[in-house]
């Protein structure tokens, strides 16, 4: 590097001063000494002083645009920076709205200016801070199946809205046992990715169709057709009779075709587990505490998480090159399409106009802790109720969220019990009384002379050597409480008498 610079320096004076023949020859020379490109070594000839003409990076509004990335990016639930980008306009303007957000002008212009690879660059450094299948079950409703058309990926076209795919998560914890658990019933509209979910405390056809009947009611628009795999409680005459006496087109996916359903089967992992995490839930409690987060949550989704959707796909060889629109809600892709009438958009826009965002969010994680602490300890504590005190506060952590790393209390890794039970059987069991004679009347007797009593004692059952080490941790052990009872000996008398008047 210093042979080039040095190669520059004695050659700039040279081609600046010399003809249009004599330049060509000297570049000529320069290009084949440096193997630098011909039009970068004009430039770096001509240049009469390198880096002066640099732009210096303004730190202080680059750390805001940084920090308001951060505090949007944790307000959106951490999505990446393609979505963010489609939902940065909407997030600022709806957290400006509520009072959860002062801009700088200059900040606010950048911000709404940055690319999606941008976006992942400056918040690389706060994500690298955050640190067998299931065999299907048989049973009967083999001439119902029949009697339900199947549809395939390739068979959706472009419906209308409210054609939904459907599909059960069991929350077992793991491998699949013995049990009744708590399922989550989740619907996914193709034309949108309009996505609901219920909790269900068990999986039964009749609480299949109480879901259906709530999603209903909650839709901003009308349900046209479910399409759900084999499984038994889907195939079942409940659930025919209700979709035809409603009108629903009903039909299926191929068996062990798990792509027919793939945009159910996404959200599944996108919102399901990404919400509710992979902790065992089971009962009415554990129910309850599930249908209150997706009560906090269904429009946190639909209305400020942008997603993909498939535009074209083409198969070259192996390969297979996807395009996908650009990300858009789930109420985007509603008052965009043209097939749903004026007063439903009318209505989504004033509902969004009313949304907090920041307070839709700190409801998700007030019912996740719940959750939480169902999962690990199987009953939940008691829930203060939220405070506009408590908005401030979570709104000013959200800036530092990433510090703590796993934000999602569902998500958090459950401390481990603390071993304290015996894995193998104690060999001093029977002996103990006569060491602890010994010990009693020699207290500074070492292990291993107490183990060679033993030895010369009983030598078929100790043999000196495999068990000296356990000895020798019982005998500490027994030093340690003859202390206590040394230093703390006459209060623990004190206590007693206390307790006894």
């Known amino acids: 590097m210093e042979t080039r610079k040095e190669l520059v320096e004695a050659l700039r004076g040279r ?29 770096v000839l001509r240049d009469d002083a390198p880096g002066a003409g640099t732009r210096a990076r303004n730190r202080l509004y680059d750390e805001a645009v940084r920090q308001a990335l951060t505090v949007l990016w944790e307000a959106a639930d951490r999505v990446c920076g393609k979505r963010l980008k489609a939902l940065i306009p909407m997030l600022v ?21 940055v690319s999606a690879a941008t976006i992942d660059r400056a918040l690389a450094g706060t994500r690298s801070h955050i640190d067998g299948k299931r065999r299907r079950r048989t049973g009967v409703g083999a001439a119902i199946r029949r009697s339900i058309p199947v549809r395939t990926f390739a ?15 069991e929350h077992c914890g793991g491998p699949k046992t013995d049990g009744d658990y708590v399922h989550t019933l989740t619907l996914t509209d193709i034309a949108t990715g309009w996505t609901e979910c219920v909790a269900m405390r068990i999986r039964d ?9 709530k999603v209903t009611a909650d839709l901003p628009f009308e349900m046209l057709g479910i399409d759900s795999d084999n499984d038994s409680t889907f195939m079942s005459q409940a659930v025919f009779d209700y979709c035809k006496g409603r009108g629903l087109d009903q039909t299926r996916s191929r068996p062990y075709k798990k792509n027919d359903q793939a945009w159910v089967e996404q959200k599944n992992g996108a919102v399901v587990r990404r919400l509710v995490g992979y902790g065992r839930l089971s009962g009415r409690e554990a129910t309850k505490a599930l249908a209150q987060l997706y009560a906090s949550s269904r429009l946190y989704i639909n209305f400020f998480q942008p997603s ?20 858009a809600t789930p109420c985007e892709r509603l008052i965009a399409h043209s097939g749903v009438e004026p007063a439903i958009k009318e209505k989504l826009a004033a509902q969004f106009k009313r949304l907090d965002p920041v307070r839709l969010l700190q409801e998700i994680r007030s019912a996740q802790q719940t959750l939480g602490e169902i999962a690990a300890h199987g009953a939940p504590m008691e829930v203060v109720p939220r405070s506009a005190a408590d908005l401030s506060s979570f709104l ?29 059987a104690d060999p001093f069991a029977d002996a103990w009384p006569v060491i602890e004679g010994w010990l009693i009347a020699e207290p500074s007797i070492a292990a291993k002379a107490l183990m060679e009593r033993l030895v010369a004692m009983v030598p078929e ?13 019982r005998v500490k052990a027994w030093r340690s409480e003859r202390v206590t009872e040394m230093v703390l000996g006459g209060l623990r008398t004190a206590n007693e008498a206390t307790v006894e008047a």
């Open 205 to 213: 056809q009749m609480l299949v169709i109480e879901a259906l009947e």
């Open 15 to 43: 081609y600046r001063s010399a003809g249009q023949p004599e330049k060509t020859k000297i570049l000529d020379e320069f290009v084949a000494l440096t193997g630098y490109h011909r039009k970068h070594a004009v430039r």
């Open 93 to 113: 303007d709806a957290m400006e709205r509520h009072g959860h957000l002062d801009l700088d002008p200059v900040v606010k212009t950048k911000v709404l200016q």
């Open 155 to 169: 068979d959706w076209r472009d419906p209308a809205p409210g054609f939904f795919e459907v599909d059960m998560v």
């Open 396 to 424: 000013r952590s959200l800036a530092s969220a990433w510090t703590e790393g796993e934000v999602r209390p569902t998500h958090r890794k459950q401390p481990n019990a603390k071993h304290w039970w015996r894995t193998r």
């Open 308 to 327: 993909f959707k498939l535009k074209s796909k083409m198969r070259d060889g192996a390969r297979v090159h996807k395009t996908y629109f650009a990300p």
């Open 461 to 473: 059952i100790y043999d000196g050597k495999a068990q000296l080490r356990t000895l020798q941790r």
